[in-house]
DNA sequence: ACTTTTTATTGAACATCGTTCAGAATTATA
DNA sequence: TATAATTCTGAACGATGTTCAATAAAAAGT
């Protein structure tokens, strides 16, 4: 019933912050309650309400921690070849949906907010991951086809995590852990393919220097 | 109090079932409570209960209800071109999720059920939509190359599936309903001749029979 | 130093949810 | 007709999201 000074508001966001994250990552989604978080934080629920909007509001701001750690795991090492790079991005997304695996289910669990759209600071991040693949894309595609890098980025962002998706919530049917490996890597490389074909034949680059 | 023979048993699930639709159709999955199908089927809830273990059994019958009708929107014309076809059917599954975009979301939005395991009936409707896109992809493919042909209609399904699911949720940034479209079809495409490509260069089978 | 204002914190309260189950009423069986 | 099996009800339980008057501490004003 009184003001207490444990912590500043700031400390406060962030100490309900990783309380809901723990839960998530020990009980899923379902147990993230607004009571849970208050009594993990020692504090009451009203307080929840003073910090975040509601709970949806909560789990927003929970989405966009993990996409930023999901961010921080695939900044990629620059590498030769467009198509392994492209691969070792998609392996390292598929290590942390397992690593992760509640987590990274909050990302698209969290449709609930029915017709409340997204805020922007939770685009931006998508964005930046959107960034991250467009740049490795650059050598597939000449300076002035800037769209089609874009939509390549998404398509393979999306297939992906289409993959991914489907493979982690069982919907896909008989398909193992290197099943999905399989999927993934398949994907890259015949979609990578195609595109090196569509654009001016299999010999390329390469050729140009000498 | 009393018993009731207004119904029989198997009218009676199917009556609750439609009414579970109904709703979702109108306010979308939230607002699928047991106490609302009841109200609207003119039982009491505990009727719900006598007819379906808890509300996620009802929700996955629902998802199988839509599953079936998407297979029935997506049964192919038997066409040509291989990827003219494809294109189609991926057309024809995005027609769907826009046409109906709140029983889609049902499909993946049921996650919830923590570690409980999806029926086996559930796979077989899965199974049968990875079927459709198999048989189309028989003309890419050996006679000899069955697995990797299943793997190619997985692929082709999440990836499509992904697409469909980052737009309609809101979390691709800046895609518009054109711009599904072309997601998809540089998918498809691109994805088709890089496997064409692979599999014994780009002039085929129409040269053989000569 | 004091008063006043602003801010933080509580927890009881409300409506709603999923789920259970004893009992009442009807149909089926003997 | 008597007994068993079934269907249906709705009150009840615990838990949820959310609100808000009341309280007390901190900050600002004098």
Redesign the interface.
Known sequence: MARRSDHSREELTQLTLSAARGIVERE???ALTARAVAREIGYSVGTIYNLYDNIDDLIVHLAANVLDDLHAAMVPLPGGDVEDTLIGLARRYLAFTRANQRLW?V???H??D?DG??PEWY?DR??AL?GLIEELLCPLYGPDHAIERA??A??L???????A??AA?????N?TAE?VD??VE??V???????R??SGG?VRVENFST
Chains 1, 2 share one sequence.
């Open positions: 899923g989604l379902r289910n990302l698209f669990e449709s609930r029915a759209e997204l685009f998508i964005g959107m939509r390549s998404r398509v962002w999306a297939g992906v995590h289409g993959i998706m489907l919530t069982g919907r896909l049917a398909i099943g399989a999927m398949d994907l490389h015949h979609y990578v393919k195609g595109v074909e569509a299999a």
